[in-house]
């Protein structure tokens, strides 16, 4: 009998699907994190980037040597280079310069030749999912290997990805007891895919967007108007357009959680439970409170746990940058 992962591919996804003791308690619900950041890469976006590099290569858009391209708030450039180093691909990652150093020091530590670009608008040119389209095609010119640009915010090999395992697997692991799903968006690969999953299993189960301010998806699923308002410092999630991995998601309703609401409870998840995660991960444990409040004791709610919080030390943990913005800060760090 043995039980081995063959290398960095095999080991992406079939993560733990963990019980939160305090959200639990507090609401009568079982609420369960599917543990994404224990994802060799360190987040959720793993399993996006192997599947849009398998369905490339299926297509015969990649070759070997090939050079894959993307704009990406980290993680999945993070996956992407990592996938890329298993399977003998490069890759060029274009990133936004506001996001936390400690996701620029990975990228470099894996060997992604990483472009940092102004924080701008998507309808900038210059906006880091449009630059890296641009830059793809100006490397296809030279590549002799050839180029891939990822585009994972509208290519749907990213929800299929979520489709094929993260759904199936939260539905094996709950043997089917799920009543609600919920996550925040960056490109809606986790949320439309899983949702998808779990609806074809079971169409009742409630599939409910996660949205930190900012971001102009809840106004869009609420009121038909995508419109932001606010602020947050999460990284990798909130979304101004729908993507073509929102395109069609059987999303059945819509929390908005704020940082002042996610950040105690991230800090409470170290203290008191021993997972230290990202801050999308505090967006969408706080959603999955409110929809088990709005379903009622007795139910089971699944979020995801998307990355470890060390990938933003020198922001969610760092008392100075908290305070800057007026944000609760941890105690036992100040
Ligand atoms: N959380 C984190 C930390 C992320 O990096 C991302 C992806 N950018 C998400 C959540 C959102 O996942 P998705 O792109 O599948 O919507």
Redesign the pocket.
């Known amino acids: 009998m043995t039980d081995i992962r063959d290398g960095f591919l095999d080991s992406i996804g079939n993560t733990p699907l963990i019980r939160l003791k305090r959200a639990s308690e507090e609401t009568g619900c079982e609420i369960l994190g599917k543990a994404e950041f224990l994802n060799p890469g360190g ?3 793993d399993r ?1 980037a192997l599947a849009i590099i398998r369905d490339a290569e299926a297509r015969g858009l990649l070759k070997p040597g090939g050079v894959i391209v993307e704009g ?5 450039g993070i996956g992407l280079a990592l996938v890329a180093n298993a399977l003998g691909y490069r890759t060029v990652i274009v990133m936004p310069e506001t996001q936390s150093q400690e996701k620029k020091d990975m990228l470099r530590l894996v060997g992604a030749d990483l472009r940092l670009v102004p924080a701008v608008p998507y309808a900038n040119p210059g906006n880091y999912v449009r630059y890296s389209e641009t830059l793809a095609g100006e490397l296809a010119k030279t590549e002799p290997a050839g180029v891939l640009w990822a585009n ?1 915010f509208d290519n749907v090999a ?1 929800r299929m990805g ?1 489709f094929h395992t993260t759904g199936q697997e939260i539905w094996r692991q709950t043997d089917g007891k799920v009543d609600a799903f919920t ?9 439309a895919g899983t949702g998808m999953a779990l609806k074809e299993h079971n169409r009742n189960v409630k599939v409910v967007l996660a949205d930190p301010l900012g971001s102009a998806l809840y106004n869009h699923y609420a009121h038909g108007e995508l419109k932001a308002e606010g602020t947050s410092i999460t ?3 909130g979304q101004g357009r729908i993507t073509k ?1 929102l395109e069609d998601a059987p999303i059945d309703d819509q929390v908005q959680v704020t940082d002042h609401e996610a950040l105690p409870l991230i800090f409470n998840l170290v203290r008191q439970e021993g997972l230290v995660l ?4 505090g967006i969408n444990v706080m959603a999955a409170i409110k929809v088990a409040r709005i379903l009622g004791p007795g139910h089971t709610v699944v979020t ?1 746990l ?2 470890y919080g060390t990938r933003y030390q020198s922001k969610l943990f760092n008392p100075a940058f908290l305070r800057e913005r007026g944000l609760p800060v941890p105690d036992w760090l100040d």
């Open positions: 987040s959720v976006k996006a990406t708030a980290g993680n999945t994972q990213n979520h996550c925040a968006v960056g490109t809606g690969g986790t949320l990284e990798g999630i991995n990202g801050g999308s991960s995801v998307a990355d």
